[in-house]
């Protein structure tokens, strides 16, 4: 039975987005603080909502819309994550003349696309969801209006994301073909009433594979990536490195899930997974070792952690992914807050050289800044480390030994990018002042709690992992 309930969440998101707009349209004012206030509070109205909800499962439009666990989780997760980067935003958009009324508003309409992916059991939907997300991310990307970069990075993201639109409804329909449903539980059905998977519907999920590899930046298709983060407010970076990867993974463990062990046992597929880690992994970790500007370092960082993540879908380990999503999102969102921090009006400090004695200079951004890169190389007692090591183990409990060798060594290849930063903060002289923005109290916010939840879910994550296992067992298995 249809419930209202399943589309509170994204009822109140969609009112959010839309009374933003509004407000912005009949209250011209300069200072747009007052509309990132308005957002925080529908943003914590759905996260109230989300919980309240937990142990109902309610589903709207015959089931193509269901709030299961799994679809709370992240919602929730997204949320909290949309919360920091409107508070990293505010002083930002001031500072670096970004400050639109719309900024808000795309922000939550953007959440809001996917709020619809991660709650979605149809491939049509979920490619509403997608394409609701990709406008809104086209526009945030290129609100730099007057940057040469920005212009490039909006432009790039457009063109190469219709590109993967497109193989994505190519991939449905041959999914369509084969099986007669865009419904992803009855092409499980038919993929477990069936003895092989014929070409068609191998065809049809490689196709999905390549659209939703766009989004998650996987090699071959991560191109975009290290522009677009370049270009774009570094603040809607940090937006791009968590958002856009944390629901194409979800979308990909809905679709795997329920027949890994159908799909999974198909060499092609299987064989493709792991091809496409290997090079995600090598390539993003090489490619960022030759950069010197912090946000490309962080990109091609973001494109090395998309493969470590595929390891988690070829180990059948829902709970080592859900985890690592959830780690990953703290630690991104913190290290782009201290990129955010070390700025100030109409300047942003990105290259290598621009930290030189920041360490010591700013002993606080600088040491929070410094764990945020240890717990993305994955040392101890981080967050990152126990997402590396359950993903990891869960690889060799799988026999993927030579592929988590692979990853052990693209890991041991990163800590020299990540470190090298932290040895420009605390072994370079400086080679011209920094002079940055201290009266930011969001941006520190942020980062401490951004600091809180890396180290407690390194050192305590009992709770956390409960709760991703109750999420997990929401999902339909056949």
Same mark, same amino acid.
């Given at each position: ?118 709650? #979605? /059991? ?7 969801? %997608?394409? +609701? &997300?990709? *406008?809104?991310?086209?526009? =945030? ?124 046992? #198909? /060499? ?7 091809? %496409?880690? +290997? &090079?995600? *992994?090598?390539?993003?970790? =090489? ?139 605390? *072994? ?51």
């Amino acid at each position: 039975m249809n419930s209202f309930g399943a589309l509170l969440p994204l009822l109140i998101l969609v009112v959010g987005s839309l009374l933003v707009l509004l407000l912005e349209a009949f209250l011209k004012k300069q200072n747009r603080d007052y509309l990132a206030y308005i957002s925080i509070l529908f943003l914590i109205g759905v996260i109230a909502a989300c919980v309240s909800l937990w142990n109902k499962s309610l589903y709207y439009f015959g089931g193509y819309l269901s709030l299961d666990k799994i679809a709370i989780f992240f919602s929730v997760l997204l949320s909290i994550a949309t919360i920091f980067v409107i508070l990293i935003s505010m002083k930002y958009i001031v500072l670096q003349d970004v400050n639109y009324g719309e900024y808000y508003a795309l922000l939550l309409l953007a959440l809001s696309g996917m709020f619809i992916m991660v709650s #979605s /059991q149809n491939l049509l939907v979920i490619f509403l969801g %997608l394409e +609701v &997300l990709s *406008m809104s991310s086209y526009a =945030l990307a290129g609100m730099k209006r007057n940057d040469p970069l920005a212009v490039e990075a909006a432009v790039k993201y457009f063109l190469l994301g219709s590109f993967a639109s497109a193989f994505l409804v190519f991939g449905i329909a041959f999914l369509y073909g084969a099986t007669g449903a865009t419904d992803i539980n009855i092409i499980v059905a038919f993929f477990q009433s069936d003895s092989a998977l014929g070409l068609t519907a191998l065809c049809g999920l490689g196709m999905i594979l390549i659209g939703f590899g766009f989004k998650i930046a996987i090699v071959p298709f991560h191109m975009w990536t290290p522009d677009v983060y370049q270009g774009a407010p570094t603040p809607i970076t940090a937006f791009f490195s968590v958002g856009p990867k944390v629901v194409g993974f979800v979308v990909l463990l809905r679709i795997f899930y329920p027949y890994w062990k159908v799909v999974l046992d #198909s /060499q092609v597929i299987f064989t493709l997974l792991w091809v %496409l880690s +290997v &090079l995600t *992994m090598v390539v993003g970790n =090489l490619m960022a070792l030759r950069q010197t500007n912090i946000k490309r370092i962080l990109a091609y960082s973001s494109i090395a952690h998309a493969g470590y993540l595929i390891i988690a879908i070829l180990s059948q380990d829902s709970s080592s992914l859900v985890f690592y999503l959830t780690v990953y999102a703290f630690m991104n969102i913190g290290a782009f807050t201290a990129v955010i921090a070390l700025g100030k009006k109409d300047k942003e400090y990105l290259e290598l050289d621009d930290y030189a004695g920041i360490g010591f200079k700013y002993p606080w951004i600088g040491a929070t800044l410094m764990i945020f890169l240890l717990s993305l190389a994955g040392f101890p007692p981080t967050g990152g480390f126990l997402a590396k090591f359950y993903v990891f183990s869960s690889g060799v409990r799988q026999g993927l030994e030579t592929l988590v060798i692979i990853a052990v060594l693209s890991s041991l290849i990163s800590v020299f990018y990540y470190l090298r930063i932290v040895i420009y903060m605390y *072994m370079k002289e400086p080679k011209h002042d920094i002079d940055i923005n201290l009266n930011n109290p969001a941006v520190f916010l942020v980062m401490f709690l951004c600091l809180y939840f890396v180290l407690q879910l390194g050192l305590f994550p009992r709770n956390v992992l409960a709760l991703v296992n109750q999420a997990i067992q929401s999902l339909p298995l056949f």
